[in-house]
């Protein structure tokens, strides 16, 4: 069985082929798009979630402090968060984070919480989310995290559609990455169309 490479670009090629498409869409901002990317598609298969773990892993560990726990607003960022949780148990990294899911509203019940899973005052987190628009999305789980007592000084996105959510990200005063961009889509999608454009056109 060939071995999957972790790159940004095999990742890439993933997002172009199960969660690009072009069209008119509305976007949870209200905003209209002429092309929209179904995350879900990739990151809730075998291959696309394998690749983000890893990629994102490479990315959390390459810089300090370590967090402790790494999560994001559900229901987008729980596959991710819980992947790398267990990935970071693997001997190459031993690092053992914890997981955590920001709820979009407080319970009614119970802790009355956002913030679900192995958590405590004080705790060195990351957020994650397989894709970037207005950034509200990560900010709101963020912010959760530190009312809850947590500390969160970056933000990884697996694609950032490049529409002003970094900016926002970055003025709010996170760090943020991402494994790859629009442009990278974008330069996929002019390839194949100049390669095959019989195809891409669909006849």
Request: glycine share 8%; hydrophobic share 40%; net charge positive.
């Amino acid at each position: 069985m060939q071995k999957l490479r972790a790159t940004p670009e095999n990742l890439a090629r993933l997002f172009y082929i199960y969660a690009y498409s072009r069209g008119k869409f509305v976007l949870s901002s209200g905003k209209v798009s002429s092309y929209y990317l179904n995350g879900k598609e990739v990151i809730l298969s075998a291959r696309g979630l394998y690749l983000s773990t890893r990629l994102l892993l490479e990315r959390i560990f390459a810089s300090p402090p370590r967090p402790e726990a790494v999560g994001g607003l559900s229901f987008g960022a729980a596959p991710l968060a819980a992947a790398v949780s267990a990935f970071s148990c693997f001997p190459e990294y031993r690092s053992f984070l914890s997981s955590f899911i920001v709820r979009k509203e407080a319970k009614a019940h119970g802790t009355r919480s956002r913030v679900e899973g192995p958590f405590y005052r004080g705790i060195q987190a990351v957020v994650v989310d397989d894709v970037l628009t207005t950034g509200a999305s990560v900010l709101s789980a963020a912010r959760a995290v530190e009312e809850a007592g947590g500390r969160v000084d970056r933000i990884y996105v697996l694609v950032d559609r490049r529409e002003g959510g970094g900016e926002t990200v970055e003025r709010a005063g996170y760090r943020l990455e991402s494994l790859f961009t629009r442009r990278d889509l974008e330069r996929l999608d002019r390839r194949l169309r100049q390669k095959y454009p019989v195809f891409c056109n669909g006849l």
